[in-house]
């Protein structure tokens, strides 16, 4: 935790950007199992890294996945599970998703278009929420900003919920994120990065500077 805010570092693919995640404070450290992402490490990359890999919470990032692909990576010891969804996925699902790994341990991440909220069904299966930038061909990992105001209208109503803000966060625009969506909890990915898959600790150090320099992380 960096002065009151949790920090998921995302997209590492090594154990030396892992480290350096470790170093800069970050609470979860993000390992991409989607097949279509450019930063993906498969699940055997991941139990190769896994035993030497820093003492902090891991995530599983996918995508709608199939029973055995989710089961896999609860066998591989991952302790949270970030999975993104269009919103029309069937609430069964959903709650399958939950039943397997834990309303608890699942971060649940829809891909919301302009003027959609995360669906009730949604909001009753899991503790913790993931809202990204909306790109209607990607599901994450667009590396703009997303809507603050929705994030923070949606934090506001559900406040016994956790919200994580994600979208193009990097240490120039960080606190200006803090500050409008008052969120306590921030993904990073591409903002700290030289290129994809491959993190820049000069990024990581700088970003860390910004969050310990805003007011609202300080609060």
């Given at each position: 935790?960096?002065?009151?805010?949790?920090?998921?570092?995302?997209?590492?693919?090594?154990?030396?950007?892992?480290?350096?995640?470790?170093?800069?404070?970050?609470?979860?450290?993000?390992?991409?199992?989607?097949?279509?992402?450019?930063?993906r490490?498969?699940?055997?990359?991941?139990?190769?890294?896994?035993?030497?890999?820093?003492?902090?919470?891991?995530?599983?990032?996918?995508?709608?996945?199939?029973?055995?692909?989710?089961?896999?990576?609860?066998?591989?010891?991952f302790?949270?599970?970030?999975?993104?969804?269009?919103?029309?996925?069937?609430?069964?699902?959903?709650?399958?998703?939950?039943?397997?790994?834990?309303?608890?341990?699942?971060?649940?991440?829809?891909?919301?278009?302009?003027?959609?909220?995360?669906?009730?069904?949604a909001?009753?299966?899991?503790?913790?929420?993931?809202?990204?930038?909306?790109?209607?061909?990607?599901?994450?990992?667009?590396?703009?900003?997303?809507?603050?105001?929705?994030?923070?209208?949606?934090r506001?109503?559900?406040?016994?919920?956790?919200?994580?803000?994600?979208?193009?966060?990097?240490?120039?625009?960080?606190?200006?994120?803090?500050?409008?969506?008052?969120?306590?909890?921030?993904d990073?990915?591409?903002?700290?990065?030289?290129?994809?898959?491959?993190k820049?600790?000069?990024?990581?150090?700088?970003?860390?500077?910004?969050?310990?320099?805003?007011?609202?992380?300080?609060?």
């Amino acid at each position: 935790m960096v002065h009151g805010i949790r920090l998921k570092i995302c997209g590492l693919t090594s154990l030396v950007d892992a480290g350096a995640a470790d170093a800069a404070g970050a609470d979860y450290l993000g390992f991409n199992l989607y097949p279509e992402s450019p930063r993906r490490v498969t699940l055997d990359q991941y139990r190769a890294m896994a035993p030497r890999l820093p003492d902090r919470k891991k995530v599983a990032v996918m995508v709608e996945p199939a029973d055995a692909e989710l089961a896999a990576a609860v066998q591989a010891g991952f302790d949270c599970f970030q999975l993104h969804f269009r919103p029309e996925a069937p609430a069964e699902r959903l709650a399958a998703w939950a039943g397997a790994v834990g309303r608890d341990r699942l971060w649940l991440a829809p891909r919301l278009p302009p003027g959609a909220d995360v669906p009730a069904a949604a909001l009753a299966l899991a503790d913790t929420f993931l809202l990204d930038a909306f790109d209607g061909k990607r599901f994450g990992g667009v590396g703009r900003p997303g809507d603050w105001a929705k994030f923070r209208r949606h934090r506001e109503a559900h406040p016994e919920k956790n919200w994580i803000l994600a979208g193009g966060l990097a240490p120039e625009n960080v606190a200006a994120a803090l500050a409008a969506t008052e969120a306590r909890w921030i993904d990073v990915n591409s903002g700290v990065e030289r290129a994809p898959g491959v993190k820049d600790s000069g990024k990581i150090t700088a970003l860390v500077a910004a969050l310990r320099g805003s007011p609202r992380a300080r609060a």
